[in-house]
């Protein structure tokens, strides 16, 4: 350990032990060596505060409108009051997008009630939206739910919309990188901020805080006796990149999904999960789209998924 700093500031001795504990590990290396250059900081674990337990400053509202009003302290009672029987919003809603701050959520609700009829005309989208369609509603978790600090690729609510919409359309990940890949910028930046904005938005924040607004909108509507939209077919595309779920979790088997989309079509799509391990367990596979390389990452996954003999049991 070279430094005893993170940035200019010391780390403590939770973070420190943390760091020395990767210098072994089971099934690995048993045992490891730590070599330091500066003295270690003394051995005082910190205090931890579960804010949702000690109901602290640091408990933010949105942690707790999720206890019972019962459970809470008077301070906290007094924090939270107003939102256990707003009218605009009801407690099932804002409990229901957890992690986003209930006053953000009201402010998106009143946005809506001021805009109500283009509001309407804009969000009341089922399936697949429009580019304006789905831009209406990310102006708003733009504003309200992120302030506009979340970046990872998207440096405005527009161009959030627009690569949301783009990133469906273009299934290969060289045509993905092309819409990185734009002024000057050199390719391996682009990449990773093709892989940031996959990562960060695509998969996480924008289903997390298109489905807040999803609830929020359907709530609003119904409300003023509205036909409200259903978003939850394009998020399931968004979080999944357009591919199908199957090929995504065949990432948690070690297969990248460029790979597994080329694997789950030559294996005639199975609609299941245990369907696709099942066509993969069943014979040695190899694909004439894939390199040697590919091919034999194929195979250790396959191999991975067969049943292994008990222990004791005669070697074949």
Not at 113 to 131: E, I, K
Not at 247 to 255: I, K, M, P, Q, S
Request: net charge negative; charged share 20%; with cysteine.
């Amino acid at each position: 350990m070279l430094d005893n700093k993170i940035a200019s500031k010391k780390f403590d001795y939770f973070t420190f032990a943390n760091i020395k504990g990767r210098s072994g590990r089971m099934l690995k290396h048993f045992i490891g060596h730590v070599y330091l250059y500066h003295e270690p900081p003394q051995p005082e674990l910190p205090l931890v505060d579960i804010p949702v337990v000690t109901q602290s400053d640091e408990a933010s509202d949105a942690l707790l409108i999720q206890l019972e009003p019962t459970e809470l302290s008077a301070s906290s009672s007094g924090r939270v009051k107003r939102y256990f029987d707003d009218p605009l919003l009801s407690l099932d809603v804002l409990r229901e997008n957890a992690g986003i701050d209930p006053a953000a959520q009201l402010d998106v609700a009143q946005a809506i009630v001021n805009d109500l009829q283009n509001a309407h005309a804009m969000m009341s989208w089922r399936g697949f939206p429009t580019y304006e369609q789905l831009a209406y509603p990310c102006e708003l978790l733009w504003k309200h739910f992120t302030g506009g600090r979340l970046r990872s690729g998207a440096h405005t609510a527009r161009q959030l919309a627009f690569l949301l919409m783009r990133v469906l359309q273009v299934p290969r990940f060289s045509d993905a990188i092309a819409l990185f890949h734009r002024d000057g910028r050199h390719i391996d930046e682009a990449i990773e901020t093709l892989l940031d904005f996959q990562r960060q938005w695509a998969e996480f924040r924008a289903p997390n805080l298109l489905s807040a607004v999803d609830r929020i909108q359907r709530h609003v509507f119904e409300k003023y006796g509205l036909s409200a939209g259903n978003y939850e077919a394009f998020i399931g595309q968004v979080e999944n990149l357009g591919r199908s779920p199957i090929v995504n979790a065949l990432d948690e088997y070690g297969l990248p999904t460029q790979i597994g989309q080329i694997v789950w079509e030559g294996l005639g799509r199975p609609d299941t999960l245990d369907g696709m391990l099942d066509a993969m367990r069943q014979r040695h596979l190899y694909f004439v789209g894939l390199s040697q390389f590919e091919n034999r990452l194929v195979q250790d996954v396959r191999i991975s998924l067969m049943p292994r003999a008990p222990l004791g049991a005669p070697f074949v």
